[in-house]
């Protein structure tokens, strides 16, 4: 089945430690994003990438880092550098009609 | 600045018909979406406007106004599965980015 695999479902970062969210698609889709969603908010984007090896900042890149190395894959890290990382991580790929198709997400916490 | 507005949370009751509205103060953009998300879950595609105007999808219908800043969305015969956040977002031209509203909270109550 085409889609969205996020991995971990579930992530727990220590203090100074850098983590790393998995994203595949098997939708053949150029464009990718990320998104941070916090209880009770909107989803706010970190970056996306329209093509591989090209991404863009989005509204809150501050601590996070991307890769786009392959069309499929395309893993968001969480810095030490981002002090609040606690939250819901969403990826996401464009298709037709500029349509996005999302993953099952990942919950992010802090020990 | 580029903002969304949303009630933060409806209720309706099973059957009923329930408009969720979107106000926005920003322009230049492609059109006006509609996702859906239940509580743990990823946010899933509804609708989408590009012209001003009516675009029915089954139950669920969404309108633009851009002379109003104006959308909404309409949930008809509700059903109980309907309880779910519901996100309006602007498609920007050009980096086709979404910018989300905070989202509205339906409850469907029997």
């Known amino acids: 089945d085409g889609g969205i695999t996020q991995s971990p479902k579930y992530l727990f970062r220590k203090e100074g430690q850098n983590v790393t969210l998995s994203c595949e698609q098997n939708l053949n889709h150029d464009a990718m994003y990320w998104y941070r969603q916090d209880p009770g908010q909107g989803l706010r984007l970190i970056y996306y990438?329209?093509?591989?090896?090209?991404?863009q900042k989005g509204d809150i890149a501050e601590g996070y880092s991307v890769s786009r190395e392959k069309k499929e894959s395309f893993p968001l890290t969480v810095t030490s550098a981002q002090k609040n990382p606690t939250a819901f991580y969403l990826c996401?790929?464009?298709?037709?009609?500029?349509?996005?198709?999302f993953g099952a997400g990942t919950r992010l916490s802090v020990l | 600045g580029q903002s969304l507005e949303q009630p933060s949370e409806v209720t309706a009751v099973e059957g009923a018909i329930v408009q969720i509205n979107c106000t926005y103060q920003t322009s230049g953009f492609y059109g006006l979406s509609w996702y859906q998300q239940h509580d743990g879950g990823a946010p899933t595609f509804l609708s989408y406007n590009a012209l001003d105007g009516l675009e029915e999808t089954g139950r669920f219908s969404s309108f633009l106004s851009r002379s109003d800043s104006y959308g909404y969305l309409l949930l008809q015969e509700l059903q109980m599965k309907d309880s779910a956040s519901y996100f309006c977002a602007v498609l920007w031209a050009g980096s086709y980015q979404l910018t989300f509203g905070k989202g509205t909270k339906l409850s469907v109550i029997p």
């Open positions: 996401a790929s464009r298709g037709q009609g500029n349509i996005q198709y």
């Open positions: 990438s329209q093509i591989v090896n090209d991404f």
